[in-house]
T-cell receptor
Framework: GAVVSQHPSRVICKSGTSVKIECRSLDFQATTMFWYRQFPKKSLMLMATSNEGSKATYEQGVEKDKFLINHASLTLSTLTVTSAHPEDSSFYIC?????????????FGPGTRLTVL | SQQGEEDPQALSIQEGENATMNCSYKTSINNLQWYRQNSGRGLVHLILIRSNEREKHSGRLRVTLDTSKKSSSLLITASRAADTASYFC??????????FGTGTRLLVSP
């Protein structure tokens, strides 16, 4: 299957700093990328959907100024957690898909664990 | 919330036994997918079943879908220790995004 990478895999930062997480589709061009957040032993909650070259669509309750998403190319999307606080600590997972059919599989990255001290 | 519910939340079995997980959802769907997640890792796609399908097989996996009851089940036959993971169902509604269920944590003991 297609490969999606995330970087970094783990990050620890101080409260108030900003953290950028990269999501790359390594062997295919992603029409759409998705960003999810997962709390320990919980399900994935979709944060936003991003298409290359356009603004991300955020889910209800997700602060767009807090979680900046940039989809600069067909193979790269970034999530920046601005002015991070301890409550932003979580597991962030991206996924990517090609094509627009709802039957198209999403390929998931390995996730990034963010810890804000 | 549109999030689906999975049942049971946790399941512990011995190697060789079958594991059955159930997923219920609330809205009309276009397709339903099952994913596996090993601890602290990303998700691996297992199988997709379309809304007009009732059953699908892939290796030791069998998925059923009952749209009238808004439910699906995942059966893993002859389980192995390597099947230990969390399993999530996710519904697709014809738009691009998926809505994930609450997950079932499966533990397969040797």
């Amino acid at each position: 299957g297609a490969v999606v990478s995330q970087h970094p895999s783990r990050v620890i930062c101080k409260s108030g700093t900003s953290v950028k997480i990269e999501c790359r589709s390594l062997d295919f061009q992603a029409t759409t990328m998705f960003w999810y957040r997962q709390f320990p032993k919980k399900s994935l909650m979709l944060m936003a959907t991003s298409n290359e070259g356009s603004k991300a669509t955020y889910e209800q309750g997700v602060e767009k100024d807090k979680f900046l998403i940039n989809h600069a190319s067909l193979t790269l999307s970034t999530l920046t957690v601005t002015s991070a606080h301890p409550e932003d600590s979580s597991f962030y997972i991206c996924s990517a898909r090609f094509g627009t059919s709802s039957y198209n599989e999403q390929f998931f990255g390995p996730g990034t664990r963010l810890t804000v001290l | 919330s549109q999030q689906g519910e999975e049942d049971p939340q946790a399941l512990s079995i011995q190697e060789g036994e079958n594991a059955t997980m159930n997923c219920s959802y609330k809205t009309s769907i276009n397709n339903l997918q099952w994913y596996r997640q090993n601890s602290g890792r990303g998700l691996v796609h297992l199988i997709l079943i379309r809304s007009n399908e009732r059953e699908k097989h892939s290796g030791r996996l069998r998925v059923t879908l009952d749209t009238s009851k808004k439910s699906s089940s995942l059966l893993i036959t002859a389980s192995r220790a390597a099947d230990t993971a969390s399993y999530f169902c996710a519904t697709g509604t014809g738009f691009q995004k998926l809505v994930f269920g609450t997950g079932t944590r499966l533990l397969v003991s040797p």
